[in-house]
């Protein structure tokens, strides 16, 4: 039975009309004033003027005026415990950054992970994600099911979700940043992450959830494990995630220990390819970013973590005219206290103006791209979500664009790109609910808040005695 059916079993539609509409397709199609029909989770129809008449079992009939209907945003890269460690190192570089919180990270446990996945989904979906990921690669011995926790929490959220099942085996006593028993052994990271793709992965048009490999990082990780990672994602059919080229000092780790820098050095463990995506790839030469090209790897530019913890500026003009795959993401909210996708579209048009290619770097249209269709690329799934298209997954916002922020601002998707960060009057995914007139439908969100901070205290608590 579809999501959304009448009791006797006949699809439901939801009629948005009279509303600005920029489908992010192809030929990056809009029409000022224009009708979305959704059919069960999926859109029927898109296109100017009113939706067509004679529709039956129209639940929902929904005037858009003054409101602009995009694509869901799709986060590409996260880290969900961080939630309960924001605002602390705020003026540190990566490396000194990652010294001073890993002695608190190594103390995360289930119910802390569970709230502040709850704090950091509820904040990217309240500003129109409706696809989001968690990069989750800290796993203390005895901390619980923190896959499970996280999982959890993304469904009764009711966004679309993928879990990137990270893991660490260097740590402190092989030269790498974590506690030792913060890290798992190599064949317990690999054992533990098959696990959790069998148990939770759906390769459906549809799925809600999906399970990436995604070993942290080249000076958190051993050699072995990159490349038995690949190997295992390969072998179960399921994507593969990790950072690349971040910093100055991560490519002197990989020419001091490895004699190549990281590209090099992720083509030679098997981790360059169309199945791969890696967060930043700020540190790129031409080379770097022909191989990604060639290779179909995809990036998730982080531009606000970026120039927090003052990494650089990734070369996201070069990128895409290369023809590598880009999508847009948050980061840790360590090191992006915000915790919005909506406002790093306009961060990554204003950011990526200050290098090399100026004025010319990116406009409105291709950084609403970078948040939509292009993070739907970097997740594999732009043939179900990502663009405003008959048959593609009813995952899309209505922009409320008509109020003093916005409503002297002609074009409407210069006034979201440009503009403040625009109240989201509706958010469907899978064709369902999930933000009315800003408030979350599925959650409370002033629960979450407390849980939050009671847990963010505790574990500051915790740590503190440690
Ligand atoms: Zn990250």
Known sequence: MAPSATPDGATERIVIENCAIATVDA???????????????????????????????????????????????????????????????????????????YPTWARIDEPMVRAAAQGSLAMMARGGVTTAMDHHYVFPEGSGDLSGAIIGAARDMGVRFTLARGSMDRSEKDGGLPPDFAVETLDGALAATEETVKRHHDASFD???????????????????????????????????????????????????????????????????????????????????????????GVAHCPSSNARLAAGIARVPDMLKAGVPVGLGVDGTASNESGELHTELRNALL?????????????????????????????GRAEAIGSLEPGKLA????????????????????????????????????????????????????????????????????????
């Not at 080249?218 to 494990?225: E, G, M, R």
């Not at 899309?396 to 109020?403: E, I, N």
């Not at 408030?439 to 205290?457: F, G, I, Q, Y």
């Open 27 to 101: 030929h990056d199609t809009e029409y000022a004033s224009g009708h979305v029909v959704v059919a069960g989770n999926r859109i029927e129809s898109v296109g100017a003027g009113d939706a067509p008449a004679g529709l039956e079992n129209v639940v929902r009939r929904i005037d858009g005026t003054g409101h602009l209907v995009t694509p869901g945003l799709v986060n590409t890269h996260h880290h969900f415990y961080q939630w309960i460690t924001r605002g602390l190192a705020t003026d540190h570089n990566l490396f000194n950054w990652l010294v001073a919180l």
């Open 207 to 297: 799925a809600m959830t999906q399970v990436a490999v995604a070993p942290c990082s080249p000076f958190s990780v051993s050699t072995d494990l990159l490349r038995r990672g690949a190997e295992l994602a390969r072998s179960l059919g399921v994507r593969l995630h990790t950072h690349g080229s971040e910093t100055v000092e991560e490519e002197q780790f990989c020419k001091e220990l490895f004699g190549m820098g990281p590209t090099d050095y992720f083509e030679s463990t098997g981790w360059l390819g169309e199945d791969v995506w890696m967060a930043h790839c700020v540190h790129m030469n031409d080379s770097d970013i022909e191989a990604f090209a060639r290779t179909r790897t």
């Open 351 to 379: 950011i990526n103006r200050l290098g090399a290619h100026r004025e010319a770097a990116l406009n409105a249209r291709q950084a609403l791209r970078l948040g939509t269709h292009g993070g739907a690329q970097v997740l």
């Open 395 to 466: 995952d899309l916002v209505l922009w409320k664009l008509d109020t003093l922020a916005h409503s002297s601002i002609a074009d409407p998707v210069v006034a979201l790109v440009f503009g403040a960060a625009a109240p989201v009057t509706l958010s469907l995914v899978n064709g369902r609910p999930v933000v009315e007139d800003s408030r979350l439908t599925t959650v409370d969100e002033d629960a979450v808040a407390r849980s939050t901070r009671d847990e963010a205290r505790r574990l500051a608590r915790i740590a503190a005695q440690a």
